[in-house]
C-alpha cells in the first residue's frame, strides 16, 4: 500500500487548497484500522506532522497550523483531506499522509508553494 496525495500547487499568501490522499492499494480494513495523518516537509528538515484524524473523526493539529487547517477522513472511500486556509509562506512544504501509527511506505507527496 502506498499513499497517493494530490491537490497541491502554487497560492498566494491567504489563499486555501484542498488537498486529498488516497490509500491505493489498501482494503478497507487496513485503511480503517489507525488514524491518518497528514505531514509536511522542507528540504533539509526533518518530516513535520501537520494534523491527524482517528477512524471516529477526533484531530489533532500542530499549533502551527490550528484554526486553519482541517483534517477529515471518508472511511468507505478509503479517502483523507487536508482544507487548507489562510496560507502563509511557512506553510511552503511537500505534503505527506499516512497512516499515524501502523505507516505504509510514503508516498510521492504533494508540493504547497505559497508565494505572492
Known amino acids: 500500500v502506498r499513499p497517493v496525495e494530490s491537490g497541491g500547487g502554487l497560492v498566494m499568501p491567504g489563499g486555501s487548497l484542498r488537498l486529498s490522499c488516497r490509500a491505493s492499494?489498501?482494503?478497507?480494513?487496513?485503511?480503517?484500522?489507525?488514524?491518518m495523518a497528514w505531514y509536511r516537509q522542507v528540504p533539509g528538515h526533518e518530516r513535520e506532522l501537520v494534523a491527524s484524524?482517528?477512524?471516529?473523526?477526533?484531530?489533532n493539529y500542530a499549533d502551527s497550523v490550528k484554526g486553519r487547517f482541517t483534517v477529515s477522513r471518508d472511511n468507505a472511500r478509503k479517502m483523507a483531506y487536508l482544507q487548507m486556509n489562510s496560507l502563509k509562506s511557512d506553510d511552503t512544504a511537500v505534503y505527506f499522509c499516512?497512516?499515524?501509527?501502523?505507516?505504509?511506505?510514503w508516498g510521492q507527496g504533494t508540493q504547497v508553494t505559497v508565494s505572492s
Open positions: 499516512n497512516r499515524l501509527n501502523y505507516p505504509w511506505s
Open positions: 492499494g489498501a482494503i478497507t480494513s487496513e485503511f480503517n484500522r489507525d488514524a
Open positions: 484524524v482517528t477512524l471516529s473523526g477526533t484531530t
